[in-house]
T-cell receptor, first 111, second 113 residues
Framework: AQSVTQLGSHVSVSEGALVLLRCNYS??????LFWYVQYPNQGLQLLLK??????LVKGINGFEAEFKKSETSFHLTKPSAHMSDAAEYFC?????????FGGGTRLMVKP | SQTIHQWPATLVQPVGSPLSLECTVE??????LYWYRQAAGRGLQLLFY??????ISSEVPQNLSASRPQDRQFILSSKKLLLSDSGFYLC????????????FGNGTRLTVT
């Protein structure tokens, strides 16, 4: 069965600092991986997706993620954090019709 | 373009009362439809998904049920709410074929008192 683990339920960075949100997956078949962002009391918005093409995926709002098969990882990064990046971020793996989410990481950005 | 509508945005209901949350999708045909619940500190839990009219799969046993009376309509219901049903309910859709991400509605905040 597939699963997703996000290390760190809370991450705090200073404005302008590097953002690194970790995601590791477990899948018996080649995975399709996604990162979503959720602002308070809103639905989930797709940030980026990996669907077995380029291993480095660029998304919206300056975020990108790199698929590393050897490490079974799909970490999300952004070179310079903005205050507006404060939100909850979810990594997810899609197998067939089923999307399984990690537990989420709340990103806090300090001025 | 495709859009997903979910309502109401917020709902406060007493224990033991019924529940009906509705979700509709526009601009696509035969979508896969999903209901997720997000409880405090518990991440996103898949409750139901549907690949077609009248086809509902339940992922967890609970006090809730789902129905799909029309191709682009998905309803989440309960006959008698429990306190533990409180949470943030999210409807989502994806194309019926291929590996595509899910697209989410804006959610319903349900508080059972």
């Amino acid at each position: 069965a597939q699963s997703v683990t996000q290390l760190g339920s809370h991450v705090s960075v200073s404005e302008g600092a590097l953002v690194l949100l970790r995601c590791n997956y477990s899948s018996s078949v080649p995975p399709y991986l996604f990162w979503y962002v959720q602002y308070p009391n809103q639905g989930l918005q797709l940030l980026l997706k990996y669907t077995s093409a380029a291993t480095l995926v660029k998304g919206i709002n300056g975020f990108e993620a790199e698929f590393k098969k050897s490490e079974t990882s799909f970490h999300l990064t952004k070179p310079s954090a903005h205050m507006s990046d404060a939100a909850e971020y979810f990594c997810a793996v899609l197998i067939g019709n089923m999307l399984t989410f990690g537990g989420g990481t709340r990103l806090m950005v300090k001025p | 373009s495709q859009t997903i509508h979910q309502w109401p945005a917020t709902l406060v209901q007493p224990v033991g009362s019924p529940l009906s949350l509705e979700c509709t999708v526009e601009g696509t045909s035969n979508p896969n439809l999903y209901w997720y619940r997000q409880a405090a500190g518990r991440g996103l839990q898949l409750l139901f998904y549907s690949v077609g009219i009248g086809q509902i799969s339940s992922e967890v046993p609970q006090n809730l049920s789902a129905s799909r009376p029309q191709d682009r309509q998905f309803i989440l219901s309960s006959k008698k709410l429990l306190l533990s049903d409180s949470g943030f309910y999210l409807c989502a859709w994806s194309p019926g074929q291929g590996y595509s991400p899910l697209h989410f509605g804006n959610g319903t905040r349900l508080t059972v008192t």
